[in-house]
């Protein structure tokens, strides 16, 4: 079945990188936008961007221009996801999802399925 | 941006009642509004996409309605395994969006 499976939680430091990981199945990789989406604790979820994987373009919320690189390995059908300069407020559970909710032979442009997150904790 | 407000923040009901959950956009997103369900510890699931068409596999009770920049989610009668964290989206306007969140709770 379509799946997408993240890599397994990280702890890094302030200032510090961390690179997310989003393995594709069930499907084809390269037809589908991956979005990340990240949750901290008590707040509402917030979309980070998108990486079209057949092309590489990519596009990213204001709030993390600079910070963010979103690529992929077509060859491996997974996706990344890299913050650079982390800060406390960066910890949070990090989603990647596929913009492609399929019904009857049609699909759409809404987040199905997800990926089970990984949870990115920035701690000195 | 658009901002989605979701009331209330918290809804205590007790099984087999009906729930009632509301999103308020800043501007109108069109029909173009999605509702997730997110239990702890797991992914946000599609329920309810283009305002008011269920997901498959998601139950009759689940229904969507409203337009422009007001829509609710009904939850006909509630089964224990509907208590959750509920989000509203849209992705008319860059950059997408998510309402904040009502906690669905057992009363």
């Known amino acids: 079945q379509v799946q997408l499976l993240q890599s397994g939680a990280e702890v890094k430091k302030p200032g510090a990188s961390v690179k997310v990981s989003c393995m594709a199945s069930g499907y084809t990789f390269t037809a589908f936008y991956i979005h990340w989406v990240r949750q901290a604790p008590g707040q509402r979820l917030e979309w980070m961007g998108w990486?079209?994987?057949?092309?590489?373009?990519?596009k990213h919320a204001q709030n993390f221009q600079g910070r963010v690189t979103m690529t992929r390995d077509t060859s491996i059908s997974t996706a990344y996801m890299e913050l650079s300069r982390l800060r406390s407020d960066d910890t949070a559970i990090y989603f990647c999802a596929r913009e492609g909710y399929c019904t009857n032979g049609v699909c759409l442009h809404w987040f199905d399925p997800w990926g089970q997150g990984t949870l990115v904790t920035v701690s000195s | 941006e658009i901002v989605l407000t979701q009331s209330p923040a918290t809804l205590s009901v007790s099984p087999g009642e009906r729930a009632t959950l509301s999103c308020r956009a800043s501007q109108s997103v069109n029909n173009y509004l999605a509702w997730y369900q997110q239990k702890p510890g797991q992914a946000p699931r599609l329920l309810i996409y283009?305002?008011?068409s269920r997901a498959t596999g998601i139950p009759a009770r689940f229904s969507g309605s409203g337009s422009g920049t007001d829509f609710t989610l009904t939850i006909s009668s509630l089964e224990p395994e509907d208590f959750a964290l509920y989000y509203c989206?849209?992705?008319?306007?860059?950059?997408?969006?998510f309402g904040q969140g009502t906690r669905l709770e057992i009363k």
């Open positions: 283009d305002t008011s």
């Open positions: 989206h849209q992705r008319t306007n860059w950059p997408i969006t």
């Open positions: 990486i079209n994987p057949s092309t590489g373009d990519t």
